[in-house]
């Protein structure tokens, strides 16, 4: 089944999402091919004679986009032992309380701590200190299914230590995030703006207590306010914008779009510290990176015809899953990017904003995004996650080991739909799995 349209790929294995979309002519594919490059290959320190890719840091979380997002897939939160937490990240912000703060807000989405900024940088360049390191233990809940299982859930408590820069602030929020998948982004650029608010007004018109919501956000270039479609909040409105916010954030550097380092007034080292030119991501390299990720393709679906998957297919339906995960939809018409204009694909989300309850909560708000609401996640390509990534981590802080964990964590609009999950006899819940496996 083409879950990305004519886009779509057949492709099994550790690079099943790495792969360009199926129908993008041989002309187009060497500049897929140099994105890809700027978007696998590490960033270094400046001076360097490859100046090309020089200026990383001075504070950053990694030195390559291919480190968080493994194999243009899904990142995971640390495991015990591990020394640092590449491929999760954490996010900071503290309320609007001054007047000044309260009218920044409106366009930046959130206030960044004082000292340490909307993200902490755990890793430094030599010369600087890492901002602090990230910690992560867990406490257990257990939840019991209607036949009697007990599946046990883990609760994420998130801690920052070695803080080399002074305290954070004392009211500071503090959000971890896993890399998402780059596949299928193109497409979901391209699904017109009406039809996401004729989804949300459908939505709201049901008896089913599902409320999505638009997220509406700055759009840097454009100096207006536009549909945010990226992030766990959906707090970015473009493939662009959304890859320079990761260059600026994640690898410390700056870009015609975000052209001021990531380092507060308090933070003198990216003064110190040489850089890589200004700015240090050109635009050229900006726009090979927006075609690489616009580009990458969804691998099809397998097993579609398995009875398990096929009965599997009707409880998602049955439970009320798509109300949100949103299983059809067709993109515009764009001349711009004419392999991914008028698909009809599966990706399975409305991207809409819906709050799941006080389990997933985080208690920061990002623009229109509460600390309750989050984006409703693409779910095409969920069944290649382990052999893509090595693991089946999932959720925005990858707390769910497992399909089934991540559905026990919905709350909110979606206690419903969970609660019929935990009603369901055994073999009907292996039949879900086995569906939401095929995607």
């Not at 930046?108 to 600087?128: E, K, M, R, T, W």
């Not at 579609?304 to 995960?325: I, M, R, T, W, Y």
């Not at 309850?357 to 290649?384: I, K, M, S, V």
Request: net charge negative.
């Amino acid at each position: 089944m083409k879950s990305g349209g004519e886009t779509t790929v057949r492709k099994n294995g550790a690079n099943a999402f790495s792969l360009p979309a199926a129908n993008l002519p041989l002309s187009k594919r060497l500049d897929f091919s140099v994105g890809n490059s700027f978007f696998r290959n590490p960033w270094v320190q400046a001076p360097a004679t490859t100046d090309a890719r020089d200026g990383l840091g001075p504070l950053f979380n990694t030195n390559g986009c291919q480190n968080c997002h493994i194999k243009d897939g899904r990142g995971h939160p640390p495991q015990q032992g591990d020394s640092n937490a590449v491929s999760m990240l954490v996010r900071l912000s503290i309320p609007a309380q001054t007047a000044e703060q309260k009218q920044a807000i409106i366009k930046n989405g959130v206030i960044p701590d004082p000292i340490y900024g909307g993200q902490l940088q755990d890793f430094s360049l030599s010369g600087a200190k890492p901002e602090g390191q990230i910690h992560l233990t867990y406490q257990d809940v257990p939840v019991t299914m209607g036949d009697g299982e007990v599946i046990t859930l883990r609760k994420p408590q998130l801690t920052i230590s070695d803080l080399n820069y002074g305290p954070m602030h004392p009211e500071v929020m503090m959000s971890a995030r896993v890399a998402p998948p780059m596949i299928g982004l193109g497409l979901l650029e391209l699904i017109p703006e009406q039809t996401l608010e004729q989804i949300a007004k459908e939505q709201q018109a049901g008896e089913q207590g599902i409320s999505g919501k638009l997220n509406r956000v700055w759009d840097v270039e454009a100096q207006e306010f536009a549909v945010g479609r990226f992030g766990w909040k959906a707090g970015q409105p473009s493939l662009m914008q959304q890859n320079a916010a990761a260059f600026n954030g994640d690898l410390g550097l700056t870009s015609e779009l975000f052209p001021v380092e990531n380092c507060s007034d308090m933070q003198l080292v990216c003064e110190q510290l040489p850089n890589g030119g200004e700015p240090e991501v050109s635009r050229n390299v900006l726009t090979f990176v927006e075609f690489y990720s616009r580009h990458l393709a969804v691998p099809a679906r397998r097993n579609v015809n398995d009875p398990q998957v096929v009965k599997g297919e009707a409880l998602f339906a049955e439970v009320g899953c798509q109300s949100c995960h949103v299983t059809q939809i067709k993109t515009a018409k764009s001349t711009e990017t004419p392999a991914l204009s008028e698909q009809l694909i599966n990706p399975y989300t409305d991207l809409l904003l819906h709050d799941l309850g006080e389990g997933l909560a985080d208690h920061r708000g990002e623009y229109l995004a509460n600390g309750r609401e989050w984006r409703t996640a693409p779910l095409w390509g969920l069944g290649y996650t382990e052999e893509v990534n090595g693991h089946t981590n999932l959720l925005h802080d990858g707390r769910a080991r497992n399909v089934m964990e991540a559905i026990l964590w919905h709350g909110g609009e979606a206690q419903m739909s969970r609660d019929k999950v935990v009603a369901l006899a055994k073999t009907d819940r292996e039949a879900l799995v086995a569906f939401l496996h095929s995607l």
